[in-house]
Protein backbone atom coordinates (compact mmCIF):
# COMPACT_ATOMS: atom_id res chain seq x y z
CA UNK A 1 0.00 0.00 0.00
CA UNK A 2 1.29 3.42 -0.87
CA UNK A 3 0.07 6.35 1.54
CA UNK A 4 2.62 9.15 0.24
CA UNK A 5 0.79 12.47 -0.46
CA UNK A 6 -1.31 12.11 2.83
CA UNK A 7 -0.71 12.37 6.45
CA UNK A 8 -3.43 10.54 8.96
CA UNK A 9 -5.22 11.84 11.50
CA UNK A 10 -5.22 9.99 15.26
CA UNK A 11 -8.57 8.51 16.34
CA UNK A 12 -7.85 11.25 19.75
CA UNK A 13 -7.03 13.91 17.09
CA UNK A 14 -10.16 13.61 15.36
CA UNK A 15 -12.04 12.83 18.78
CA UNK A 16 -10.56 16.49 19.59
CA UNK A 17 -11.76 18.20 16.50
CA UNK A 18 -15.12 16.61 17.05
CA UNK A 19 -15.85 17.97 20.58
CA UNK A 20 -13.88 21.48 19.77
CA UNK A 21 -16.30 21.95 16.72
CA UNK A 22 -19.46 20.02 18.50
CA UNK A 23 -19.71 17.89 15.98
CA UNK A 24 -22.19 15.00 15.82
CA UNK A 25 -24.13 12.48 13.74
CA UNK A 26 -27.31 13.65 12.68
CA UNK A 27 -30.41 12.41 10.57
CA UNK A 28 -29.32 12.77 7.09
CA UNK A 29 -31.94 15.70 5.87
CA UNK A 30 -30.63 17.51 2.56
CA UNK A 31 -32.51 20.47 3.53
CA UNK A 32 -31.59 21.21 7.09
CA UNK A 33 -28.03 18.96 7.07
CA UNK A 34 -25.12 20.08 5.39
CA UNK A 35 -22.61 17.12 4.34
CA UNK A 36 -18.72 17.10 6.00
CA UNK A 37 -16.37 14.77 5.30
CA UNK A 38 -14.82 13.14 7.83
CA UNK A 39 -11.32 14.56 6.77
CA UNK A 40 -9.09 17.54 8.12
CA UNK A 41 -8.30 19.64 5.68
CA UNK A 42 -5.34 21.67 6.40
CA UNK A 43 -5.81 25.49 5.40
CA UNK A 44 -3.28 28.37 4.86
CA UNK A 45 -4.07 32.31 5.16
CA UNK A 46 -2.25 33.21 2.45
CA UNK A 47 -2.24 36.84 3.86
CA UNK A 48 -0.60 36.11 6.92
CA UNK A 49 2.10 34.34 5.26
CA UNK A 50 2.44 37.89 2.79
CA UNK A 51 2.58 40.24 5.63
CA UNK A 52 5.83 41.69 6.66
CA UNK A 53 7.04 43.17 9.54
CA UNK A 54 9.06 46.56 9.30
CA UNK A 55 10.86 49.39 10.73
CA UNK A 56 11.18 52.20 8.19
CA UNK A 57 11.66 55.46 8.01
CA UNK A 58 9.40 57.10 6.14
CA UNK A 59 11.11 60.38 4.54
CA UNK A 60 10.93 63.63 6.80
CA UNK A 61 8.15 65.77 7.12
CA UNK A 62 8.31 69.17 5.93
CA UNK A 63 6.78 72.83 6.70
CA UNK A 64 8.03 76.62 5.78
CA UNK A 65 7.43 79.16 7.93
CA UNK A 66 4.91 80.83 5.58
CA UNK A 67 2.78 77.79 5.95
CA UNK A 68 2.61 78.62 9.80
CA UNK A 69 0.86 76.52 12.20
CA UNK A 70 -1.41 73.69 10.37
CA UNK A 71 -1.44 69.96 9.74
CA UNK A 72 0.98 68.33 8.21
CA UNK A 73 1.07 65.58 6.25
CA UNK A 74 3.23 62.55 7.25
CA UNK A 75 2.29 59.41 5.38
CA UNK A 76 0.16 57.89 2.93
CA UNK A 77 -1.05 54.19 3.28
CA UNK A 78 0.00 53.02 -0.65
CA UNK A 79 -2.92 51.90 -2.83
CA UNK A 80 -3.48 48.39 -3.08
CA UNK A 81 -1.65 47.84 0.87
CA UNK A 82 -3.00 47.81 4.41
CA UNK A 83 -0.95 48.51 7.12
CA UNK A 84 -1.16 47.78 10.61
CA UNK A 85 0.47 50.70 12.59
CA UNK A 86 2.35 49.53 15.73
CA UNK A 87 4.11 52.57 16.87
CA UNK A 88 5.29 55.97 14.47
CA UNK A 89 7.26 58.31 15.66
CA UNK A 90 8.08 61.83 14.77
CA UNK A 91 11.26 63.88 15.56
CA UNK A 92 12.76 67.68 14.89
CA UNK A 93 15.50 67.43 12.03
CA UNK A 94 15.94 70.97 11.58
CA UNK A 95 13.96 74.39 12.23
CA UNK A 96 11.84 75.29 16.02
CA UNK A 97 8.32 74.14 14.63
CA UNK A 98 6.67 72.06 17.68
CA UNK A 99 4.09 69.33 17.25
CA UNK A 100 0.65 69.36 19.53
CA UNK A 101 -1.72 66.27 18.18
CA UNK A 102 -1.37 63.72 16.15
CA UNK A 103 -4.53 62.79 13.78
CA UNK A 104 -5.63 60.28 11.17
CA UNK A 105 -7.43 61.34 7.63
CA UNK A 106 -9.68 58.02 6.45
CA UNK A 107 -9.82 58.63 2.24
CA UNK A 108 -13.26 58.41 2.38
CA UNK A 109 -13.92 60.77 5.67
CA UNK A 110 -14.62 64.79 5.61
CA UNK A 111 -12.89 64.52 9.57
CA UNK A 112 -10.07 64.19 11.49
CA UNK A 113 -9.83 61.31 14.24
CA UNK A 114 -7.31 62.32 16.90
CA UNK A 115 -4.77 59.78 17.81
CA UNK A 116 -3.39 61.45 20.43
CA UNK A 117 -2.34 64.86 21.59
CA UNK A 118 -0.03 66.78 24.32
CA UNK A 119 1.61 69.96 25.11
CA UNK A 120 4.00 71.93 22.18
CA UNK A 121 6.74 69.46 21.64
CA UNK A 122 9.24 68.74 19.00
CA UNK A 123 8.81 65.14 18.45
CA UNK A 124 5.74 63.14 19.25
CA UNK A 125 5.65 58.94 19.31
CA UNK A 126 3.01 56.71 19.32
CA UNK A 127 2.87 53.02 20.30
CA UNK A 128 0.15 49.93 20.75
CA UNK A 129 0.61 49.99 24.03
CA UNK A 130 -0.37 53.29 24.12
CA UNK A 131 -3.94 53.16 22.15
CA UNK A 132 -4.63 49.73 22.81
CA UNK A 133 -4.38 47.96 20.10
CA UNK A 134 -2.88 48.79 16.02
CA UNK A 135 -3.57 51.64 13.82
CA UNK A 136 -5.15 49.66 10.79
CA UNK A 137 -4.30 51.71 7.59
CA UNK A 138 -6.63 51.30 4.30
CA UNK A 139 -5.27 52.06 1.14
CA UNK A 140 -4.93 56.10 0.98
CA UNK A 141 -5.46 57.15 3.98
CA UNK A 142 -3.23 59.41 5.94
CA UNK A 143 -1.39 60.34 8.92
CA UNK A 144 -0.97 63.92 10.19
CA UNK A 145 1.13 65.93 12.43
CA UNK A 146 -0.68 69.25 13.79
CA UNK A 147 1.83 71.99 14.09
CA UNK A 148 1.18 74.00 16.62
CA UNK A 149 3.54 76.71 16.43
CA UNK A 150 6.23 77.56 13.48
CA UNK A 151 9.19 80.97 13.30
CA UNK A 152 11.42 79.53 10.75
CA UNK A 153 11.57 76.52 8.20
CA UNK A 154 10.94 72.85 10.02
CA UNK A 155 11.58 69.77 8.53
CA UNK A 156 11.08 66.05 11.04
CA UNK A 157 12.32 62.67 10.56
CA UNK A 158 9.38 60.01 10.41
CA UNK A 159 9.73 56.26 11.58
CA UNK A 160 7.16 53.83 11.21
CA UNK A 161 7.05 50.28 12.74
CA UNK A 162 4.49 48.71 10.64
CA UNK A 163 2.86 45.50 9.21
CA UNK A 164 1.97 45.69 6.20
CA UNK A 165 -0.34 43.43 4.01
CA UNK A 166 -1.77 43.52 0.11
CA UNK A 167 -5.38 44.86 0.11
CA UNK A 168 -7.11 44.02 -2.56
Not at 55 to 81: E, F, N, W
Amino acid sequence: MVYAPYKWATREYLGRLTNRFLLMNVAQDPVINIPLANTIQPTTNVDEVLKSLSIDSVGTAARTAVQGAGKMLIHTCPLYKRQYIRALGIETASGDGTLNSMVIKCRSAATYITLASQTASVSMWISMALLGRDIILEPDDALYCHVSAITGDSTWNVMLYMQEEYAF
